[in-house]
């Protein structure tokens, strides 16, 4: 057997053995631990530790896995009472079982992800025995640091938080202060913090800073609408679960308190009638969001269980919805319209908030040209952002793409994709770019709009990136940086109001993505592929 045979029996094989186990383990458990005991393990994760940290990452996902198992195994779904003992038992079960049953289902497609760049090694260690070595890919920034914790922009991120709180502090004075009863305000949206809500939401689609729409929606604002009327009742839910944890003992009591109901016909009728837009406006968001077991809990936060839909807070107060809902797009195969020049759109103009003041530059941005290769060929594209450094005669070309692909879930990337990305990128455009600015005049063509700009420069150096909306990568001279981690390096070399692209530039240049192959005991389980035998270290793999 060769390499990619041994690999894809070995995948079988896995796979085979989690959807068994995971086959017993359904059966062996109520219906409570397929949505509403997982839903409530990340709720409560949620309220003691940072949403986005590994820990309710891991909760989330299980609780996708669970699901989709429940209903790939065609498991009727219904609503049962919440109950706490039961809670606890799968709890228990979540860390002895879901969570290796999990990481087993992870592996098992780490090694099917037979790509050029991450693949799995093995190594011969005799006749028919091959040792088993899986990948360890590293950066020297977190592209979550730039996105989650807004590095790129400290000022814009604090005013966010700002707002957020500010909003907190309304529904808190609502309830705590004013005395409003918490089932009033849920049966009576308060109109106020409705629209607080929507500016929120909103908030986070106008990073579009573009018209987006599609089948499911035809303005930011008509989806901001839908989400904020979730939104409101979730803040609502939140604020009462933390009255409630003042009153119990039991920290797991509040279990049951996280999960929230609604009847999807009143649901969508009090939407109607509060975002004033058409039912089958809200008829299509609502639908949209729908889980339906094949998908991440982010994307699609709402299940839909008999007449109600089910749902927890955090997953409507910490999702990012500006990439969300294009994740969620691809996922479902949804056509977004006016989607390309959003992501040049957006990009074009954090560059230029970036730059705002700097005095040393000319830029460029969309610029269209043709020209004829060496060979006569025509070639025609377009750049999408260009910066011109005068003090250091250097010039950065940006090339902007938003791939949907790069994501398996929330904890892990398809390597061999972005790597796919990077490569096509400078395959498919940079080595354009490349040939037609070899000419001067065609430098001139490319900043002739720019008043700042000056011929009769000397020749500069060029310098050429990828930037992506979430991804980065670096292979040799080639580099992708993700949109928030460009505009990072931009206010990082900007002083007195000058940026200098050579230093910049070093740095990017600098860095290298790692892939390490890394043992970390000799102790191996001994696994037969047909003929073969492949050994898998014990800590990659919950094997008995």
């Given at each position: ?103 087993n289902f992870r592996f098992s497609r ?134 409630d944890m003042d009153f119990e003992e ?295």
């Amino acid at each position: 057997m060769n390499e990619y045979e041994i690999l894809g029996g070995l995948h079988k094989i896995i796979d085979d053995d989690t959807n068994l186990k995971m086959k017993e383990w359904l059966d062996s458990h109520n219906v409570n631990n397929y949505l509403l005991y997982p839903l409530a393990a990340v709720e409560l994760g949620a309220i003691k530790e940072a949403p986005e940290n590994n820990e309710n990452l891991l909760r989330r996902c299980v609780a996708s896995f669970v699901y989709a198992k429940a209903k790939e195994n065609e498991k009727s779904i219904f609503i049962k009472k919440f109950n706490t003992p039961g809670f606890k038992k799968y709890l228990k079960s979540y860390e002895s079982e879901l969570i290796p049953l999990y990481q087993n289902f992870r592996f098992s497609r780490e090694i099917n992800d037979i790509n050029p760049f991450s693949k799995p090694r093995l190594v011969q260690e005799g006749d028919h025995k091959y040792k088993l070595t899986t990948s360890l890919v590293s950066d020297h920034y977190r592209e979550e640091d730039f996105y989650f914790y807004g590095e790129d922009d400290r000022k814009n991120a604090e005013k966010e938080q700002e707002q957020t709180f500010d909003l907190h502090v309304r529904f808190w004075n609502k309830i705590v202060l004013e005395q409003k009863k918490y089932e009033e305000l849920r049966k009576y949206p308060d109109m106020e913090l409705y629209n607080c809500c929507i500016e929120i939401i909103e908030k986070d689609l106008n990073k579009w800073e573009a018209r987006v729409r599609s089948n499911v929606f035809d303005s930011p604002n008509h989806l901001a609408k839908v989400i904020a009327y979730f939104y409101y009742h979730a803040m609502l839910k939140s604020i009462s679960i933390r009255i409630d944890m003042d009153f119990e003992e039991d920290f797991f009591e509040i279990g049951k308190e996280c999960i929230m109901y609604f009847d999807k016909k009143d649901c969508i009728d009090d939407i109607v009638k509060i975002s004033r837009l058409p039912e089958h406006k809200v008829v299509n968001v609502v639908n949209y969001l729908i889980n339906d077991g094949k998908m991440n809990l982010l994307e699609f936060p709402l299940f839909e269980v008999e007449d109600s839909l089910v749902t927890i807070p955090s997953l409507i107060l910490v999702n990012d919805w500006q990439f969300t809902i294009i994740n969620g797009h691809y996922l479902k195969n949804i056509i977004i319209s006016n989607r390309e020049k959003t992501i040049s759109t957006v990009t074009e103009e954090r560059i230029e908030k970036a730059l705002l003041g700097v005095t040393n530059v000319a830029v460029a941005k969309t610029v269209p040209y043709s020209f004829k290769d060496e060979l006569g060929n025509e070639l025609n594209s377009d750049i999408d952002y260009a910066i011109y450094d005068f003090t250091h005669n250097k010039i950065l070309i940006i090339e902007a793409k938003w791939i949907d692909k790069h994501y398996k879930d929330e904890i892990d990337k398809i390597y061999g994709k972005i790597f796919q990305t990077l490569n096509s990128i400078y395959t498919k455009q940079i080595d354009k770019h490349k040939k037609f600015l070899q000419k001067q005049e065609n430098i001139d063509f490319l900043f002739s709009n720019d008043k700042n700009y000056k011929k009769g420069l000397p020749t500069p150096e060029i310098y050429y990136l990828a930037v992506d909306k979430r991804n980065q990568m670096h292979i040799g001279e080639r580099h992708m940086v993700s949109e928030y981690m460009l505009i990072y390096f931009i206010h990082k070399y900007v002083s007195d109001n000058q940026i200098d692209l050579e230093s910049m530039w070093k740095e990017i240049n600098g860095l290298q993505t790692k892939v390490e192959y890394i043992a970390v005991s000799n102790d191996y389980y001994e696994i037969s592929v047909g003929d073969e035998v492949v050994l898998v270290e014990q800590d990659d793999l919950y094997w008995r």
